[in-house]
């Protein structure tokens, strides 16, 4: 096990719909906060309140006792980890890194050994919730990685999410993380199903929300994103591209372990459509935009 350094200075790198208020609560918890983005603009309202720019991952990574990644695609993983201005090339012995995007679970295990050999500690821990569960501290954080340096890394995991679960080792939390996204795949089409049939019989929608958003089909799909479908309202809390990358993640695992997923299959195709119409910048509730087409 590394000897890990206390945690006095968070690097957070990726600021933006939801990293923006993550680091907040950091920085609002008393701890220092570097920060570095791609867009520099997008850092300017946490710096004012406190917080440290840098310019590159690896300068974060220099000067933090614990670094979170909150990026957009395995990619940027990939280089914000392992390019030559990246945290690994730089992170001082005993660093706990913490990568927070949502990518592959081969990857995470990649980082994760990577890291031991520098005398570092990564975990995985990916998030549910959207803007609105980073804004309220709520996300849903699913780890994977070794015990200790869970415990060592979960005070700073609770100023960001309530339920919190180290679900096994390396990879093991992005794994969790596609199961979140395949049933959400499935529930956003059914919402989007009922909202379309109601609105085909001549039901008023909303009327139709107050009484099955009780019942057995509530939950945030419908009760958060059904009102915004019904009212045309698709500004992102969490983009349809950055979903579809979910997704095709979660269809090459299951692949691998040849596990048919027709839901996920189909939830992929629509979502391709909309995309491929201009509505990737969208949020995940534009879906709806298919069946009223």
Same mark, same amino acid.
């Given at each position: 096990?590394? /000897?890990?350094?206390?945690?006095?200075?968070?690097?957070?790198?990726?600021?933006?719909?939801?990293?923006?208020?993550?680091?907040?609560?950091?920085?609002?918890?008393?701890?220092?906060?570097?920060?570095?983005?791609?867009?520099?603009? &997008?850092?300017? +309202?946490? #710096?004012?309140?406190?917080?440290?720019?840098?310019?590159?991952?690896?300068?974060?990574?220099? /000067?933090?006792?614990?670094?979170?990644?909150?990026?957009?695609?395995?990619?940027? #993983?990939?280089?914000?980890?392992?390019?030559?201005?990246?945290?690994?090339?730089?992170?001082?012995?005993?660093?706990?890194?913490?990568?927070?995007?949502?990518?592959?679970?081969?990857?995470?295990?990649?980082?994760?050994?990577?890291?031991?050999? &520098?005398?570092?500690?990564?975990?995985?821990?990916?998030?549910?919730?959207?803007?609105?569960?980073?804004?309220? +501290?709520?996300?849903?954080?699913?780890?994977?990685?070794?015990?200790?340096?869970?415990?060592?890394?979960?005070?700073?995991?609770?100023?960001?999410?309530?339920?919190?679960?180290?679900?096994?080792?390396?990879?093991?939390?992005?794994?969790?993380?596609?199961? /979140?996204?395949?049933? $959400?795949?499935?529930?956003?089409?059914? #919402?989007?199903?009922?909202?379309?049939?109601?609105?085909?019989?001549?039901?008023?929608?909303?009327?139709?929300?107050?009484?099955?958003?009780?019942?057995?089909?509530?939950?945030?799909?419908? /009760?958060?994103?059904?009102?915004?479908?019904?009212?045309?309202?698709?500004?992102?809390?969490?983009?349809?591209?950055?979903?579809?990358?979910?997704?095709? $993640?979660?269809?090459?695992?299951? &692949?691998?372990?040849?596990?048919?997923?027709?839901?996920?299959?189909?939830?992929?195709?629509?979502?391709?459509?909309?995309?491929?119409?201009?509505?990737?910048?969208?949020?995940?509730?534009?879906?709806?935009?298919?069946?009223?087409?």
């Amino acid at each position: 096990m590394t /000897n890990l350094k206390e945690i006095k200075t968070v690097g957070f790198i990726g600021v933006g719909i939801m990293g923006n208020s993550m680091a907040g609560h950091i920085l609002a918890a008393g701890y220092g906060v570097n920060v570095y983005n791609r867009t520099k603009a &997008k850092t300017d +309202a946490i #710096v004012a309140k406190g917080a440290k720019w840098f310019d590159t991952p690896g300068a974060i990574a220099a /000067n933090s006792d614990l670094v979170i990644t909150m990026v957009g695609f395995p990619s940027d #993983v990939e280089e914000v980890y392992m390019g030559e201005q990246g945290i690994l090339h730089h992170a001082q012995p005993g660093t706990t890194l913490i990568d927070m995007t949502t990518s592959s679970p081969s990857l995470a295990r990649t980082i994760s050994e990577a890291a031991l050999t &520098k005398g570092l500690a990564a975990i995985d821990a990916p998030v549910s919730g959207g803007d609105i569960g980073a804004r309220d +501290a709520k996300l849903t954080i699913m780890v994977g990685g070794d015990s200790a340096t869970f415990n060592h890394a979960l005070p700073v995991l609770k100023l960001m999410g309530g339920s919190i679960v180290l679900q096994g080792g390396p990879g093991m939390g992005q794994h969790t993380k596609m199961c /979140n996204q395949i049933v $959400i795949a499935s529930t956003i089409m059914g #919402v989007s199903e009922g909202i379309a049939y109601a609105k085909k019989v001549g039901l008023d929608p909303s009327s139709v929300m107050q009484s099955i958003g009780g019942g057995a089909a509530s939950g945030f799909q419908l /009760n958060i994103l059904g009102p915004k479908m019904i009212a045309g309202d698709f500004a992102p809390g969490f983009y349809i591209e950055h979903f579809i990358k979910d997704l095709n $993640i979660a269809l090459s695992e299951a &692949k691998a372990m040849n596990l048919e997923l027709p839901g996920l299959i189909q939830a992929k195709k629509l979502y391709d459509q909309l995309a491929a119409n201009g509505h990737s910048k969208d949020g995940t509730q534009g879906l709806i935009q298919f069946y009223l087409a």
